[in-house]
């Protein structure tokens, strides 16, 4: 039961509305609530949540309607009612009442950029809720929703959706729409089925369609799923899952437990990929263990019917800290888990183990580690100084492991190292490969590799983040298909002019270096769709350069030093996302850049007509 539900007929729902009492005193009447409008005004937020509202008071739904009507203008210099002060509801909270729907009058809150309504006993929103825009945070949480309004799919700069706890049974199809969406949430309902169009939300990094009712998933799931990083698709009826999944190369979490899956997904491209949930299923086989990722860390595989686990599994995951294989059926481990030597945590109870003895298994993982390694060969393992030696042991297999990758991905990646320098052993596996990305992030690198020039005529995307690179080399010129540039995080403070012949390029990523003002090459590259470059110490903001980009996008510059924004900005068309946040200017204010994109452009159109 909700707190709406419970505190229902303790309080009058128009408690906090309501004219204070004849004899005097507030008592949370007129007076409280024209403070908290008034305050709302001026600070664009109001929060009415846990007041026991059956129906959402028409002041609230007014108040920008309302603002100003029937008032004194003070004009006094000390006056804080300045009506230019005054800003439109941009963050409507109205959780834990006991609300039955978002009515019509929702429309008239068009600059609304967050509705929380989570908690209450809503079973009906209006399909005018299309009207607000502006929205990129909706949360209906825990509410008796048995379908979303059609409208809602209209919102096109949506980010975040909740909608957990409710009643639905199926979504729209048309939740395609939402190509911002980078966070839904629909679990604890009552879907059979997703449709196709949810496969495309590109821009997704969490998705939970958990404890629902799914016996599969569609076939195109996973392919353009280019963001996602979290998955939880656990307690539903899932027999298989679609090969669209090797497709989540970003996936970091994924969370399979309580279904029925009879064979493990095919997760080898999922380079990212730390945590993987396949406990409570009715798997009975891994395969020989390549369908999981080298960057593994945790592997549930607990209360499913595997009698072996592959060698070449144990062998693969080198950066393995816990394993989980209680109440399986396994009577043998085999002795290369021992080789492991980021493994912690080893999870055994419930199975026939006959392999090793119980005092053995008794204490810990330590000493089960110890007991596998016994049982491997010393000529095999043993270095100079008689322990063993893992990487000597799977030095091949990595390197197989490796060439295949590429081979099959087209993708070199050797990122997360902390190495100066791409070894020459790496590369050999490239040859002849038409390579279309190259990452190479998270090293110490101090200088572009040269054997990246090699893919001259394949690569698109080229990732040094998060480097020590102090500049870029003019060679950069050879890459014609490059169409993205990732050096986020390196020491940087111009690109080389030669920048300009890459008459492809679209996305340039230059966060957290040391530019002071946004390349002027890029100016010149007519195919540039978005340039993000936050954190950095940019101090002014050419329009005119941006007006050139004929295809300009996106604009972010978050946690600069630019101290006047520009106003011939608001008419530069193409732009779709612009991002100001964390500058030293004072206009426009704060509440005006909550309100997104489209209302900064406008506002700043406006700017220039007066």
Known sequence: ???????????????????????????????????????????????????????VPQEVWRINLDAGKGQVIDMSVNSSDN??????????????????????????????????????????????????????????????????????CDLANLQVLRLEHNQLIELPEAVSRWSMLT????????????????????????????????????????????????????SNKLAVLPRGMRSLRTLVRLDVRYNVLERAPDLSNAARLKEILLGYNRLSDMGDGTTLPLTLQILDMRDNKLSSLPAAMCVRLEQLERLDVTNNDLNVLPPELGLLRSLKSIVLDGNPIRSIRRDVIARGSLAIKEHLRS????????????????????????????????????????????????????????????????????????????????????????????????????????????????????????????????????????????????????????SVTAIVATDNQIEYVDADGLAALPVIACLDLTNNNIAKVPPELGFIDTLQKLELHGNTFKTPRPAILAKGTPALMEWLRGRLAT
């Open 183 to 234: 966070e839904l949430d629909v679990s604890d309902n009552a879907l059979s089925t997703l449709p196709d169009g949810i496969g495309n939300l590109s821009q997704v990094r969490k998705l939970s369609v958990a404890r629902n009712r799914l016996q599969e998933l569609p076939s195109s799931f996973g392919t353009y799923m280019d963001s996602m990083e979290d998955l939880d698709l656990s």
């Open 375 to 526: 049982k491997l060969s010393a000529d095999a393992t043993a270095s100079s100084d008689g322990t063993l030696d893992a990487s000597r042991y799977n030095q091949q297999q990595r390197a197989r492991d490796h060439a295949h990758a590429v081979k099959t991905t087209n993708v070199f990646t050797y990122a997360g190292k902390k190495a100066t320098e791409v070894p020459a052993s790496e590369w050999a596996v490239a040859e002849g490969t038409p390579v279309s990305a190259v990452v190479l992030s998270k090293n110490l690198l101090t200088q572009v590799p040269e054997q990246v020039w090699q893919f001259a005529s394949t690569l698109a995307a080229l990732d040094l983040s998060h480097n020590k690179l102090r500049e870029i080399p003019a060679e950069i010129a050879r890459l014609h298909a490059l169409t993205k540039l990732d050096v986020r995080y390196n020491g940087l403070s111009t690109l080389p002019l030669q920048l300009q012949d890459l008459n492809q390029l679209q996305e340039v990523l230059l966060s957290g270096n040391r530019f002071t003002q946004v390349p002027n090459v890029l100016y010149t590259i007519k």
């Open 83 to 152: 009506w230019y002060d005054q800003t439109e509801l941009a963050k409507l909270f109205m959780a834990s009442n006991a609300l039955e729907a978002i009515p019509d009058d929702i429309a008239n809150l068009p600059a609304l950029v967050t509705l929380d309504a989570h908690d209450n006993i809503i079973r009906d929103v209006t399909d005018r809720i299309c009207e607000c825009m502006e929205l990129k945070t909706v949360n209906l949480a825990h509410n008796k929703l048995a379908k979303i309004p059609y409208g809602m």
């Open 1 to 55: 039961m909700s707190y709406g539900e419970r505190s229902r007929g303790r309080r009058d729902p128009r408690s906090g509305f309501r004219r204070p009492a004849a004899s005097g005193g507030d008592n949370g009447g007129s007076g409280s609530t024209a403070a908290m409008l008034k305050q709302a005004r001026a600070s664009g937020v109001l929060n009415i949540s846990g007041r026991s509202f059956t129906t």
